[in-house]
């Protein structure tokens, strides 16, 4: 009688590109919502003195698009779950590049490396200035 818990082939247990791929989508809702609307509206140029609070976000490019609910949206959801998400992703590929450290090619090494590259310095990206300076105005 077979048993009904055979083991998945070794190619089926690793997915490096998926990882990565979580990794790039928890940092969507900073980049694409607080770092881009920061930059291409011009704000990083802004006085020495002048405060970012002193522009609206909302009526800046790309809030003020057809997408703009969309985009808040996902910056609304995104931003508290994003370090959870990215914590995640960061433990998992290091567990599992550990897990595997034997069988793993060279590129799937990379892989998970880049992702849990990506996780923890999304989460260290949330301890700067910016960051935080940036948030303040979104959530303002």
Not at 14 to 35: N, S
Request: hydrophobic residues 55%; charged residues 10%.
């Amino acid at each position: 009688m077979p048993s009904e818990a055979q083991p998945a082939a070794a190619g089926e247990r690793r997915r490096p590109g998926l990882a990565l791929l979580v990794a790039l989508l928890a940092t969507v809702p900073f980049v694409v919502g607080l770092a881009l609307p920061y930059y291409v509206n011009g704000i990083h140029d802004r006085p020495a003195g002048e405060t970012v609070y002193a522009y609206d976000l909302y009526s800046m490019w790309p809030y003020d698009t057809a997408l703009g609910g969309v985009l808040s949206f996902v910056v609304v959801v995104g931003v508290p779950t994003a370090p959870f998400v990215a914590g995640g992703v960061a433990m998992w590929s290091v567990f599992m590049a550990w897990t595997w450290r034997r069988t793993l090619t060279v590129r799937q090494f990379v892989l998970y490396a880049a992702a849990a590259a990506l996780g923890i310095a999304t989460i260290a990206w949330l301890a700067t200035p910016l960051a935080n300076e940036l948030l303040m105005w979104f959530w303002d």
